[in-house]
């Protein structure tokens, strides 16, 4: 069993950066892939980004590539995204996840969600 507490969300203008910050608790956690994804009203949840267990692979959607970082500190049970150069179509209620699958880009092979973090971009 792993419990998600996200934070970290707030307001930031265009081109600005925020980090947002994945709690984890539960002795298992270090076993656990961790994914970030994103949520709009009336939309599917999409995915941002995912880090391997270890921390040495990572995996971005094409839209966050080269904007976004995801990391993560096993000692501390964290994970974190970076988000530089946030667009408008950045906003949106954001989630961290833990699969026992790595790479694993859709949200049905999640076994653990946080409640999100929400992220609002301004023009």
């Known amino acids: 069993q792993v419990q998600l507490i996200e934070s970290g969300g707030g307001l930031v203008q265009a081109g600005g950066s925020l980090r947002l910050s994945c709690a984890a608790s539960g002795r298992s956690f270090n076993t656990y892939n961790m994914g970030w994804f994103r949520q709009t009203p009336g939309k599917e949840r999409e995915f941002v980004g995912t880090i391997n267990w270890l921390g040495s692979r990572t995996s971005y959607a094409d839209s966050v590539k080269g904007r976004f970082t995801i990391s993560r500190d096993n000692a501390e049970n964290m994970v974190y995204l970076q988000m530089n150069s946030l667009k408008p179509e950045d906003t949106a209620v954001y989630y961290c996840?833990?699969?026992?699958?790595?790479?694993?880009?859709?949200?049905?092979?999640?076994?653990?969600w946080g409640q999100g973090t929400q992220v609002t971009v301004s023009a």
């Open positions: 996840a833990a699969s026992s699958i790595y790479p694993q880009r859709t949200a049905v092979g999640y076994d653990y």
